[in-house]
C-alpha cells in the first residue's frame, strides 16, 4: 500500500515537473512569460515631477498604468472604456485589453479559451494575431487591428469585446522592414484607412534585410510599386551571405523592387491585385472597397483626419544602412492625395534624393557615387512631388525622430488653446541599426511635438514646437533615476478623450537595437495623461540636478 502511494507521489510529481519544463519551454519560444497591465487607482496618481517633464500650463500629467510590454496604441470608447494594445514587438504576443473608469481591466484578445485538460489547461488556444501591430480603431463595439498573420501578411481584423475575430482584410504585402501601420476611421464615410510600410529601407533588398531575418523567410519578397515602373539601370553588388559550395557565387545583385540576388529585370509590373508596399489603404467597415489612396510613402506610421475631415499621415525618412544609405532623411507630417510621394527616388518631406544633403559618406557607398534615383520617372508616368511640397508637407520633423502617432486638440477641455494643432508622438532613433553603427550627435526624438497649423515658415511648412517633453534632453533608461522617479522613454501614440478632452500618451518602453533584431524590455510601457489640474501650474524647471542619482530600480 505504501509503496503504491510513493509509486502515485513520484507520477505526480513526474507530472507537474514536465508540465512545468513544457511552461518554460513555450514561455522562452514566444519571448517569455510576462504579466500586466496595473492600473493606477485614481486616488493614488500622483501628478508627475516638472523637474523631469515639461509639459503644458493647466494640466497635470499622471500615470494611470504600467507594466505594459510595447503598447502602441489606445482609443477611448463611447462608455469611457480606454482600450490599449500591445503591439507583440520583439517577438513577444500581442495584446488588447480595456481598463474601465473605475481602474479595473478586461481581456479583449487573447481570448481566454484554454486547453481542455490538465496539466495542460492553462494553455490558451482559439484565434491568433501575429504582431507587431500597427494599431486599433474603435466603432460600434467593435475594434479594428492592423497586424501580421503566421505568414507575416499584413491583416485588418474587427474584435467584439468578448474576443470574437472578423477579418476585414488580408493578404497585404507586409513581411519586410515596415509592416501595417496605424488604423484610422474617416469621418462621414466611416471608411477605413491604414498604411502599410515599404518592404525597405530604400528601395533595394540588402544585408541590413537579412539582419533583420525577413530575408531568409521570405526570399521572394520586396517592394512592389502600385504602376508598372521602369528603372535607370541601377544594380547593387553585395557579399552572399549563402556563398559557398552550394550557395552560390562571393558576391550577390539586387536591384529595386526585385528579390534578394535575383536576376535584373528593367521593368517591374504593378503590384498583384493593386497592392503595393509604402502605401495608404482605405476599405469599407465590414471589408470589401479596397482603395489606394496613395503611394511612394515610405513609413505610413499613423493616420489622423483634421476638424475638417482632411487626412494626415506621419511618415519615416530613410535611414543611412543598407545597400543603398541615405544621410539626414526627415521624418514629416503630410497631408494625404491620391497621388505618388516619390519614394525611394525622394525624401519624406519630398526633396530629391539627388541632393548633396542626403548623400551618405564615402564609405558606405556600394557601386555609384551618389544617391540619385532609380526610377524613370517619365517613362513610368510618375509626376514629381517636389512641386507640390507648399501642399502635401505640413510639417518637417528631425531624422530618425521616429514620427509615430498623430492626433489633433479638439475643441473644449484642458487643452483647447491649441484646438485644430496636430500633435505627435517622436518615439525615438532606432541607433546604432538605424545608422550603420556610427554615433548620433545626440538623442533623437523621445518628445510629443506640436505642429502650429497657423503659424507657417518660410519653408512653407508650419511650426514645430515641443509639447511634453523630459527636461533632461534623453529617454529615462538614459538617466540616473530611482523607481520612483517616473518620465518619457518612447513615446509612441497620442489620443484624446472625445468626453473630456483629456490627453493620453502611449509610452513604449525600453527598446534596443541588438543585431539588426528589435529588443523588448518586458514591462517597461506606460500609459500616461494630461488632465486638468487644481491649482496653476508652476515654470517648470530645465535640469534634474537635485534628483537622486540612484540606479534604476526596475
Not at 489612396?293 to 483634421?306: K, S, T, W
Not at 526624438?445 to 511650426?463: A, C, M
Amino acid at each position: 500500500m505504501a509503496r503504491n502511494r510513493w509509486f502515485l507521489l513520484r507520477l505526480s510529481l513526474l507530472r507537474a515537473a514536465c508540465a512545468a519544463l513544457l511552461c518554460v519551454g513555450l514561455c522562452l519560444a514566444t519571448g517569455g512569460c510576462v504579466t500586466g497591465p496595473t492600473v493606477i487607482a485614481p486616488e493614488k496618481r500622483t501628478a508627475i515631477d516638472r523637474r523631469l517633464v515639461e509639459y503644458p500650463a493647466g494640466v497635470d500629467l499622471h500615470v494611470i498604468a504600467r507594466d505594459l510590454t510595447g503598447p502602441v496604441d489606445c482609443e477611448v470608447d463611447a462608455d469611457g472604456n480606454l482600450i490599449v494594445a500591445e503591439s507583440g514587438r520583439g517577438g513577444r504576443e500581442p495584446r488588447i485589453f480595456g481598463i474601465r473608469k473605475d481602474g479595473t481591466a478586461f481581456t479583449i484578445y487573447p481570448t481566454a479559451q484554454r486547453f481542455p485538460f490538465p496539466p495542460l489547461s492553462w494553455i490558451k488556444t482559439g484565434p491568433r494575431i501575429y504582431g507587431p501591430v500597427g494599431g486599433i480603431a474603435l466603432d460600434k463595439g467593435k475594434v479594428y487591428v492592423t497586424h501580421r498573420d503566421a505568414e507575416g501578411y499584413g491583416e485588418v481584423t474587427a474584435f467584439t469585446y468578448d474576443g470574437k475575430p472578423t477579418t476585414i482584410v488580408g493578404r497585404l504585402p507586409a513581411q519586410g522592414d515596415y509592416g501595417m501601420g496605424g488604423i484610422a476611421i474617416q469621418p462621414y464615410t466611416g471608411r477605413l484607412w491604414f498604411g502599410v510600410g515599404a518592404a525597405t529601407n530604400s528601395g533595394v533588398v540588402g544585408l541590413d534585410n537579412w539582419a533583420a531575418g525577413w530575408v531568409k523567410r521570405h526570399p521572394n519578397f520586396s517592394d512592389r510599386p502600385y504602376t508598372q515602373t521602369r528603372l535607370l539601370g541601377y544594380r547593387f553588388d553585395v557579399p552572399n551571405p549563402l556563398a559557398g559550395l552550394f550557395g552560390g557565387k562571393d558576391v550577390a545583385g539586387t536591384a529595386p523592387f526585385q528579390p534578394f540576388n535575383s536576376r535584373y529585370r528593367g521593368t517591374i509590373p504593378a503590384a498583384e491585385n493593386g497592392r503595393p508596399t509604402a502605401a495608404i489603404f482605405s476599405c469599407d467597415p465590414g471589408g470589401g472597397g479596397l482603395k489606394v489612396e496613395a503611394h511612394g510613402i515610405r513609413c505610413p506610421r499613423d493616420i489622423a483626419f483634421d476638424p475638417y475631415g482632411s487626412p494626415f499621415v506621419t511618415n519615416q525618412g530613410m535611414e543611412l544602412r543598407g545597400t543603398r544609405p541615405v544621410k539626414d532623411d526627415p521624418d514629416a507630417l503630410l497631408r494625404v492625395s491620391p497621388r505618388w510621394y516619390g519614394w525611394p527616388d525622394f525624401s519624406a518631406d519630398l526633396r530629391p534624393i539627388s541632393e548633396p544633403r542626403f548623400q551618405p559618406p564615402q564609405e558606405l557607398l556600394v557601386t555609384y557615387e551618389s544617391s540619385t534615383e532609380l526610377i524613370d520617372h517619365r517613362g513610368s508616368g510618375l509626376e514629381s512631388p517636389y512641386h507640390y511640397r507648399d501642399t502635401l508637407v505640413n510639417a518637417v520633423l528631425p531624422p530618425l525622430a521616429g514620427a509615430a502617432g498623430v492626433t489633433f486638440v479638439p475643441q473644449g477641455g484642458p487643452l483647447t488653446a491649441f484646438n485644430g494643432h496636430a500633435v505627435i508622438a517622436l518615439s525615438g532613433d532606432r541607433a546604432p541599426f538605424a545608422t550603420s553603427g556610427r554615433k548620433l550627435k545626440g538623442p533623437t526624438g523621445y518628445r510629443i511635438v506640436r505642429v502650429d497649423n497657423v503659424t507657417k515658415l518660410p519653408d512653407e511648412t508650419y511650426k514645430v514646437s515641443d509639447f511634453v517633453r523630459n527636461t533632461a534632453g534623453v529617454p529615462r533608461s538614459r538617466q540616473k533615476l530611482t523607481y520612483h522617479h517616473i518620465c518619457l522613454e518612447r513615446p509612441i501614440a497620442v489620443r484624446f478623450d472625445p468626453s473630456d478632452g483629456s490627453m493620453y500618451i502611449v509610452d513604449f518602453g525600453v527598446l534596443e537595437m541588438r543585431n539588426g533584431r528589435e529588443w523588448v524590455k518586458p514591462l517597461s510601457g506606460r500609459i500616461f495623461k494630461l488632465e486638468p489640474n487644481e491649482s496653476p501650474t508652476t515654470q517648470p524647471a530645465t535640469t534634474v540636478a537635485d534628483v537622486s542619482d540612484d540606479e534604476d530600480g526596475e
